[in-house]
């Protein structure tokens, strides 16, 4: 297990700057994602982990060692990518056993190995199939056993389950982290799937354009996100301009014009003070809205339902609070229905925890 920093991390690919200035701690047996738009450089800084790309400028630690100089097959790192690129004409056992060949180690210490490692991921006994008579699950099961079998350092994953099934998708979430977690292994997982990160990851950075943009905790980066891009991100939000009118009696409670009715915020940062006058962004989620006319609370508007959404669990609503400003509301475990009416008759309402001020 160790533990991974980047420092000032440089890339370019054709003049194209993929990489710019990222710095990063990872720490020993956590599992960290690494999410973000198409492009953003996911995939670009975890070849550079694992030694694929040689970096223009900075540096990159596993502990104390510097290895940013060292070969792939030095770095001690177990990958598994989109692709489980395995050979579809060696057996189970064969394909597992291939890293542990490539490093010379005896015969019977490469048997128990693969057969600890295949009872592991819950592959025991099935060594001798070929790849071809195995599920697409039980397949990417394989890859991790393969990359699992050479103890590596820290365990690299290159959005391993995009292949999957829905249902399969959530197996595997648990089992990798799982496997991660009894292992103590340091994990850095990419993805775009933003419910495969919040569900597995203890920390994780959204990158933006080859910079990031934020890191944290799921919970910390769901409800405390930096700026718009990671709100969206991260989840469905929002969002109402507005100025800051002042601080309310509240300590870190702000009054916020917003047009339609003065809404009570609070910064998405405790460090940040925002000045009378300042042009902000209001972010609240579809769930922390409900509707309602609880006269007390400050953050009440009225508005008309224009599309309703029934799934079941949740109804998803329009409202329609001006002209220009819709807002998504979510009701969990619906009694009554609402139904989308021509007049302005219902109250938006959510909590001033809830409605999060961010930096325009
Ligand atoms: P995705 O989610 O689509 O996999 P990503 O965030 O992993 O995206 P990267 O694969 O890291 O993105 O690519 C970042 C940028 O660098 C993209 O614009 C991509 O086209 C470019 N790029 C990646 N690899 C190379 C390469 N070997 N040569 C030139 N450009 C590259």
Redesign the pocket.
């Known amino acids: 297990m160790v533990s991974i920093s980047i420092r000032h991390l440089t890339k370019k690919?054709?003049g194209?700057a993929?990489?710019s200035d990222v710095n990063l701690e990872i720490e020993k047996g956590e599992l960290f994602f690494?999410l973000?738009?198409?492009?953003?450089?996911?995939?670009?800084?975890?070849?550079h982990i694992a030694g694929f790309?040689e970096p223009d400028g900075g540096a990159i630690f596993f502990d104390d060692e510097d290895v940013t100089d060292l070969p792939v097959h030095r770095r001690g790192t177990g990958m598994m990518f989109q692709s489980y690129a395995l050979w579809p004409h060696l057996s189970v056992a064969q394909n597992v056993a291939f890293g542990l060949e490539e490093r010379k180690r005896p015969r019977a210490e490469i048997d128990q190995r693969v057969n600890e490692v295949l009872d592991l991921v819950q592959l025991g006994g099935m060594g001798a199939r070929r790849i071809q008579q195995l599920s697409g699950g039980q397949q990417q099961r394989v890859a991790l056993a393969r990359a699992l079998v050479i103890r590596p350092r820290c365990l690299l994953l290159?959005?391993p389950l995009s292949n999957l099934d829905a249902k399969l998708r959530m197996e595997m979430r648990s089992e990798i982290r799982r496997i991660c977690k009894e292992f103590g292994l340091t994990g850095i997982y990419?993805?775009?799937d933003r419910d495969e990160a919040l569900s597995m990851a203890d920390r994780l950075a959204i990158?933006d354009g080859?910079r990031l943009a934020q890191v944290g905790s799921p919970d910390e980066i769901y409800k405390n996100p930096a700026s718009r891009m990671v709100a969206e991100f991260i989840g469905e939000a929002n969002f109402i301009e507005g100025r800051v009118i002042r601080e309310s009696s509240r300590p870190g409670q702000y009054d916020v014009d917003c047009g339609f009715a003065t809404l009570r915020s609070r910064p998405n940062n405790d460090e940040w003070r925002p000045v009378q006058g300042q042009a902000v962004q209001l972010a609240v989620r579809p769930e922390a809205m409900t509707f309602g006319d609880v006269r007390d609370s400050p953050n009440r508007f009225p508005g008309r339902i224009i599309s309703t959404t029934y799934l079941g669990a949740t109804v998803q609503y329009v409202l329609q609070v001006t002209d220009e400003i819709l807002m998504k509301v979510c009701e969990m475990n619906p009694r009554d229905i609402r139904v989308p009416s021509r007049r302005d008759d219902v109250m938006g309402m959510c909590s001033v925890a809830d409605l999060v001020m961010l930096r325009k």
């Not at 973000?36 to 070849?47: D, E, F, N, Q, W």
């Open positions: 690919f054709g194209q993929v990489l690494l973000g738009p198409s492009g953003c450089g996911k995939t670009t800084l975890l070849r790309y290159d959005e990419v993805t775009h990158m080859g």
